[in-house]
């Protein structure tokens, strides 16, 4: 099995169910903060591959939800630099394994990456819970301050 590196945002449930996966998958899984993580634009471009810029984006997160940030009309450079400033912006996970980067769990292309087991219920991106008060700590959370 792989050493797996995983990017998540602390305290989200999309992202603990993904890394349940991959450790029931037999993973070893080396789990690191997205948020707080030093990124640059090269180390976090490494991730996005061949995918249009629009993939790059956290698609649930509350400035693009919002139109505040509008990733179809960003150019690669723009986009990085509005992700280093905004981290909620990087769409995750960002895995990493066996010399390969990739962002997003696309269960699919991880279990022909690295192999996936089957879950009862499908483990894919976002958040399952609608963004209610009971959400809210998936948006920010109080440890990583304001984003």
């Known amino acids: 099995m792989a050493k797996v ?19 029931r998958s037999g993973h070893e899984l080396d789990v690191r903060d997205l948020l707080s993580t030093p990124w640059t634009a090269e180390a976090l ?7 249009p810029v629009a993939a790059w984006f956290n ?3 509350p400035r693009v939800k919002s ?20 981290p909620l912006l990087i769409r995750r996970p960002l895995i ?12 699919d292309l991880i279990d022909a990456w690295i192999g996936l087991q ?15 008060a009971e959400a809210a700590a998936c948006v920010a959370p109080a440890a990583a301050g304001p984003r």
């Open 5 to 23: 590196v995983f990017y998540e945002k602390p305290g989200c449930g999309g992202n603990a169910r993904q890394k349940a996966a991959l450790s």
């Open 45 to 51: 471009r490494a991730f996005f591959g061949a995918r």
């Open 59 to 61: 698609a649930a997160s």
């Open 67 to 86: 139109g505040a940030v509008k990733p179809e009309s960003l150019d690669a450079d723009g986009a990085l630099a509005l992700m280093l400033a905004d």
């Open 96 to 107: 990493e394994a066996d010399g390969r980067r990739e962002a997003g769990f696309d269960a």
């Open 118 to 132: 089957p879950a009862a219920a499908p483990v894919g991106e976002g958040c399952p819970r609608e963004l209610s």
